[in-house]
């Protein structure tokens, strides 16, 4: 996971963020995530909370944990929604709690080294049937190192395709039961990359590779200028799975 000095100086601007309030992506989460009255729900890398008050009038209470104290400092409150500042891949909870938890743009910000620890925390931590439901933007298979290089100047995230989240839930015991493709059409490069803690000119750097990438990718993902802004139309997947 990025540092907390990164996520306080992100937290300033984080809901400047388009893709932070995209209304798809939330409803996608409520309609697919078969929540109950009864339901207790994790949020991992909650965040603003946005997602965990959208979800909160459907279950009984949900608990967002965050490493992020500042970025808990603008979370959203409501009554049975609870926050708790957190390294995920530590542990916290014991085996059976949650009915649902949910990682919403954050599978890409968990270290590669901590990545199965996280998917294992989640799978002990989840009743027996329990579901993990993963929103997640993910790369088109052939241009892997084209958005690589975009995402390794960025943040040195990981960048996944859809078959490495398949392969991810499957090796650490989760049953894949659904997967729902969407795309955040009209994507500003500009927003984003204001609102992300980064240097100037990282930013025009970022920008340009946008602006100047490949036909293919120019192909895939919309890319267009349009006054003084890239639009993309991004690829993103809500995935489920089950404990088995």
């Known amino acids: 996971m990025v540092d907390r000095a990164y996520w306080k100086e992100r937290a300033k601007t984080y809901n400047n963020l388009d893709w932070v309030r995209h209304r798809q992506s939330l409803e996608l989460v409520i309609k697919h995530g078969q929540f109950k009255s009864d339901d207790l729900v ?22 967002g944990i965050d490493v992020s104290n500042d970025m808990l400092s603008i979370a959203k409150r409501v009554n049975n929604v609870h926050y708790l500042q957190w390294d995920v891949h530590k542990p916290l909870f014991d085996t059976g709690i949650f009915n649902k938890i949910i990682m919403r743009q954050f ?29 997640e933007p993910i790369c088109v298979t052939e241009l892997f190192n084209e958005y690589s290089t975009i995402f390794e100047l960025k943040d040195n995230r990981i960048v996944f395709t859809l078959q490495d989240i398949k392969k991810l839930l499957r090796s650490t015991g989760f049953i894949l039961e659904d997967v729902v493709h969407f795309r955040i059409n009209d994507f500003s490069v500009r927003n984003w990359l204001s ?3 980064l240097d100037k000119a990282t930013q025009n ?14 192909e895939k993902y919309n890319v ?9 139309d991004t690829h993103n997947v809500v995935m489920i799975g089950s404990k088995g």
Not at 42 to 63: K, R, Y
């Open 195 to 197: 609102n992300n803690a």
């Open 42 to 63: 994790l949020d991992i890398g909650t965040g603003n909370g946005v997602l965990a008050t959208a979800i909160a009038p459907f279950v009984e209470q949900v608990i």
């Open 224 to 232: 267009r200028v349009v006054d003084s802004d890239c639009l993309i």
């Open 205 to 218: 750097k970022i920008y340009d590779m946008h602006v100047s990438c490949s036909p293919l990718f120019r």
């Open 107 to 135: 599978l890409h910000h968990i270290p590669a080294d901590k990545l199965d620890t996280v998917m294992h925390h989640c799978n002990k931590w989840l009743v027996p049937g329990g579901k993990l439901i993963i929103v």
